[in-house]
Structures are given as C-alpha cells and as structure tokens.
C-alpha cells in the first residue's frame, strides 16, 4: 500500500486500531433531516469526540470551517431523495479530483445488494475504488438497505460486506445486528457500524454498540443516534469509552448519566 493511502486510513482508525466517524450526510437524500437543519450548529460541539465527519461536498464547503483538523470522508454517492420510486438508484456524485482538492482522508459510497440497481451500484464501487487507488484515497463502502429495513440480519449483511470488500473497499459501513460476528468474520477488511434511526433509549445504543466491538468491529459511523439525542455529547463520550476504552455498558451508561448531569 502506498504512503498516501496508509497516511489517509492512520488519520481514520487510531492507534488503538478502533475509530468513530460521525456522518452527517444524510440531507444528501432525506433534505434537512431532524436535528441536521442546520449542519454547523449540530456538529459544532461534537467534533472535538469524533475522528472522522462523513459529509457532502455541499455541505463541507458550504458550513465547515477548512481550518478543521478533524479528517473527512467525503460521500460521494447519491442522485435520488426520500420521495423517489428506488433508493438504491444512486451514481456517483462528486470526483477523485474533487475529494483530493477537498483533501479528504476517504471517500463513502452506497452499495445497494439484492436490489434492482445491485450491479450498477457495485460497478461504481469498483470505478471508485480504481480512482482511489491512483490517488491514495481509501474507499468506504456503505451497505445500503434503502426503506428496506427489515434485510438487516446477518446473512444478507454478511453478504453485502464481503461483496463490498471483494471489490476493493478498504472500509465497510454495515448495520449491527445479531450474530454480528457473522458479518465481521466474512469481511477481509475493517468493519464499522451504522445506527439506523434512532433507538428508544440511550442504553439500547451502548448495547448494540458493545456487542458489535466485542465481535469484531473496529467502530462507528453513527449519526441520528447521536445528534437526535438531546445530550449529543453525554451520548459521544459514553460511546468513545465503549470504542476506545474498552468501557462495559454500565460503565458507558455511567459516563452518559454524569455527563448529562451537569
Ligand atoms: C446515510 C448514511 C449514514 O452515514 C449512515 O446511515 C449512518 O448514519 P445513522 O447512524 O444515522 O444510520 O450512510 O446515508
């Protein structure tokens, strides 16, 4: 692997081989989703507990402040919203060229399997990944499910991540579920877990989380989870010591109460 690709991916995992990314792409489909109207105001005191924002180009340029240091994974996949006929009709939506001027440490994008546009969102999987070879950009697949959310157990996960990592992504986005060490086993690259909409409770979240690191997962990209919590930051550092402190849920459940307390 070349030095600018293992540069990118040392800023994205740390050295203790765990990370946490915080999407906050999801308007690029769903418009001013709950608690993401206004981006900057969300991911302002939330920064400083992530290693990584998931973002738009649009929104990158236009809300977040290029002195960051924080690193950023570009989405670079989309084309259809919340009121179209297929979710999964996605292209590619921004260029290498692009994410390099926006000196990005990766590039995200969907990859919709089982679905009507399974091969076209694979093949541009495959595109990007070429691209992000030349350039030393490291690739982030997303295993979308679309409205389908009911597809999220282990087997089609488990699929979806290998397909994905077969095709060059360094990084695989997927869903927690159970028997998540399933999903982990099968996938030859590093996983991380997506939330999905936003849990009942708090714990619900430390637990799924817990148990997805406990098998296998090297961390997050959690977004609705965290910023449509109303105490965003108890809930970030309760998690970063579930991710990088090996913390229990009771612990994690500890640090959320004290936190929030003050
Ligand atoms: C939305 C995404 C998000 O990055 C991903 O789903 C994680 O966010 P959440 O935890 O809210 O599901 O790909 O398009």
Redesign the pocket.
Known sequence: MDWGMKNRLSRLVQPDGHCFFL?I??G??QGPTRCLEKPAETIDPLLPYCDAL?VTRGVLRAVVDPALQTPVIL?VSGGTSMICKDLAHEGITASMKDAVRLNVAAV?I?VFIGSEYEHETLLNLAKLVDEGEEYGVPVMA?T?VGKELEKRDARYLAMSCRIAAELGAKIV?TYWCEDFDKVVEGCPVPVVM????KCETEREVFEFVHDGMQKGAIGV??????WQNPQPVAVMKALRAIIHENATVDEAQEIFEQVKGK
């Open positions: 999407p792409d999801h690029y489909f998931f989405r995200g969907s997303v979308a986005k997506a939330g999905g909409p990209n959690l977004g609705r989870n965290v």
